[in-house]
C-alpha cells in the first residue's frame, strides 16, 4: 500500500510563493512511475496541474500555471515537490498529490482516474 502526505500549504499574498511537498512510504518510490499534483477549488472538480515523470525528465503542466509551477521529485528521498510562484488568487484550492504505477499516455495523465493513490490534500490559500 502507498501513502501519500502532502504539506507546505498555507496562506499567501498574490505574488507570493509556497513550496509543496509530497512524501511517499510503503512502497519504493522509484516504483511509483508517475506523480502528479491536483488541485480543488470549492464547488469545482478536482484538476489537473503538473505530472512528472519516474525519471524527472518529462514533465507537463495545466496552461494556467505554466511558467509560474515546477514540479520535480527526489526518488533518494521519496519526495515529489510542487514549487509555485507568482501565486494568483484563483490558485486558491486544496492540492493533492497523487501517484500511478504506469505512465498515462495523452491526455490521461491530466484525467484524475489515471491515478491509483492520493494524498489527504493541503490547503492554499491566495489573498488579493
Known amino acids: 500500500q502507498v501513502r501519500l502526505v502532502e504539506s507546505g500549504g498555507g496562506l499567501v499574498q498574490a505574488g507570493g510563493s509556497l513550496r509543496l511537498s509530497c512524501a511517499a512510504s510503503g512502497r519504493t518510490f522509484s516504483s511509483l512511475i508517475t506523480m502528479g499534483w491536483f488541485r480543488q477549488a470549492p464547488g469545482k472538480e478536482r484538476d489537473f496541474v503538473a505530472v512528472i515523470s519516474w525519471s524527472g525528465g518529462t514533465t507537463y503542466y495545466t496552461d494556467s500555471v505554466k511558467g509560474r509551477f515546477t514540479i520535480s521529485r527526489d526518488n533518494a528521498k521519496n519526495m515529489v515537490y510542487l514549487q509555485m510562484n507568482s501565486l494568483k488568487p484563483e490558485d486558491t484550492a486544496v492540492y493533492y498529490c497523487?501517484?500511478?504505477?504506469?505512465?498515462?499516455?495523452?491526455?490521461?495523465?491530466?484525467?484524475?482516474?489515471?491515478?491509483?493513490?492520493w494524498g489527504q490534500g493541503t490547503q492554499v490559500t491566495v489573498s488579493s
Open positions: 497523487a501517484a500511478a504505477d504506469r505512465w498515462p499516455t495523452g491526455n490521461r495523465r491530466s484525467e484524475w482516474l489515471s491515478y491509483d493513490y
